[in-house]
């Protein structure tokens, strides 16, 4: 399969897997999620709604007037502070009857009140409820919420068989009635509030939706699938018709005890234009809600969603964004794969990058209440760059097996291993590069092989091209062919190698200390000298994978290649063994000794390239050099007759065979 076909379907199939664990809310993936973002409420510190105030049944009140439930007259009294209230909300349900006198006092209290009594919604009948209560509770439907429902797909809400309500003269009393019931996420705890539930086919609000209606005189309207309009505040709910509750810190909640309302400790005039929340909180009588903030009481979260609502507290959970940062989190391990090559920083870099948008969705949320889940995109972000790394892992391992097999042969090992790191170097087709390119010959290798078997000559060939080889590759050359006995080396490619010219005359001096241990071995069994003659000329050429589609060979091309090659040849001219062209001399550095010979036109080219010897340092050859660049000043001033004299001194001197050709040279021009 391509490469770039198998990355098309690892997207695929990373999509869609990741994608449908966040729309489906797969367990146990939803409860990590939630877990994981609960830290929202602990980075802000917004203010609850100030008109709001819960009243606590508390425990120093059920010192007062004893355990839950009390007398209803202790009740409709306390109630009875509350008179300047907008709203009084009792989150609490008088399902039985006691006596005439404490039903009546509370009935009364209630009817003075703009007030919203509570009642339980349940899965199981805990009492019958009968037509009369039917028909009263009738009257707090949410009629227009419930008509629209063929319009909009969402949300759909949750329906509940049962109920406990007050008893009639209560229920008649209170101006409208909410269910205090609510449902928790999959981890056990409440962080939704909810719109509405059904029961008896009707649509009935919750506890706070219903304080709203009233509060606000106004309905409650579906304004598109995922959105509900009170007033003028736009409410977003989920499929089942669910507020996400934008919690407080538990100190921030407006709490007073009935105790101190009873005695007027606390003034009615405290309660002037404020909605009262009247609830239980003593242990033993009071539903604690394990939520996001820890154990609290059930009556906050009716305030929690009202303040909400009023202080412009609610989140906002944009559409479809969530989606869109899951796939850029599949996305971006693909694209750093792209670009980058070492792992540990494609693993860095995915990370800064989940960072980045951590800090940046956590900041959204504090500063605009913008809610965007940031588990699933770290889920989708770790199966990516999971997949994307294993894959790349075994598609390094297979490049990485071909390669050795392909170039173990022709790169040292340090190469060979950055190779495998940046195959990409091996670029299909060709591309222009500067290369440092080497050609050695045997001289004389036609007499040698005419005296000797082929199983003698392979054994000696294979005795030279050893050293030879480890040479080149000992300096990061890449070996690019055998031609009969001559070795065709080149640098710089496929690996970049800086002073790729330093490491091409090292080469050739490392050939020629090589080649005079082996001749001395040679001498000692009786078998020919070889000698050799090398070339080294630096160029622009192209260089990549040349050939057909059945077959191809990295190797170089071009005119430089060419001049290398004539060049080696040069040396039998001047009798030494090393040749570079003036383009390498200016890229060598001073560490090399190089005398200069003369500017020579080539086979095949018209301009005259000026050609240097390489030599090895010694102090003889330091002092031939001195000696030589003095003569070769004479003859190039056209002092033929006196460079013709020191010319051959210099041969009987060193045994030099460059100045007995210069010599000769002298001579002609004479």
Known sequence: MKKGVLFVLIFVVVSTLSLSLWYFKVEPFETFSLRFNDINFDLQHKEPYRDIVFVAIDEKSVNRFGRWPWKRSIVAQGIEKFHQADVVVTDMVFSEVTSDEEDEQLTQALEDTNSVCGFFLRHKATQQVSALQEDILEDSVLDRLQSSVAEYHTPQFVAADFAELNIVNILQSCTLSGTFSTLRESDHLFRAYPIAFYFKNLLYPSLGVQTLRLLLNSDITREDALHVKLSDFSIGVDKRGFVRLNYYQADQYNIVSFEDVYDTKIKAEYFENKIVILGITEVGASDVRATPMGAMYGPLLHYT???????????????????????????????????????????????????????????????????????????????????????????????????????????????????????????????KKRLSILFSDIRGFTSISENMDPEKLTSLLNRYFTPMTEAVLENNGMLDKYIGDAVMAFYNAPISLENHANAACNTALQMQDSLKKLNGELLSEGLPQINIGIGIN?????????????RFNYTIMGDGVNLASRIEGQTKIYSCMILITEMTYHEIDSSFLVREIEPVQVKGKQEKVLLYELMRRTPETQSLKMDYDKVMALYKASKFQEAYTQFHDLHVKYEDSVSLYFASRAKEYM
């Open 538 to 550: 630096t160029a622009e050429v192209v260089v990549g994978n040349m050939g057909s589609v059945h």
């Open 305 to 431: 969603f009202l303040s909400n609502v009023l202080a412009n507290h609610l989140i906002i959970e944009p559409r479809n964004i969530g989606a869109i940062v899951i796939l850029i989190m599949i996305l971006l391990p693909f694209l750093i794969y792209r670009f980058q090559n070492e792992i540990v920083k494609r693993v860095s870099i995915n990370l800064l990058a989940y960072l980045l948008l951590y800090g940046f969705i956590r900041y959204l949320f504090v500063t605009q209440m913008i809610y965007i889940d940031l588990f699933y995109p770290l889920l989708a972000l770790m199966l990516s760059a999971l997949v994307i790394e294993v894959t790349a892992f075994r598609l390094q391992e297979n490049s990485g097996r071909f390669l050795k097999n392909a170039f173990s042969s022709y790169l040292s090992e340090s190469l060979l291993e950055q190779l495998i790191k940046h195959p990409d170097a091996l670029k299909l087709g060709g591309e």
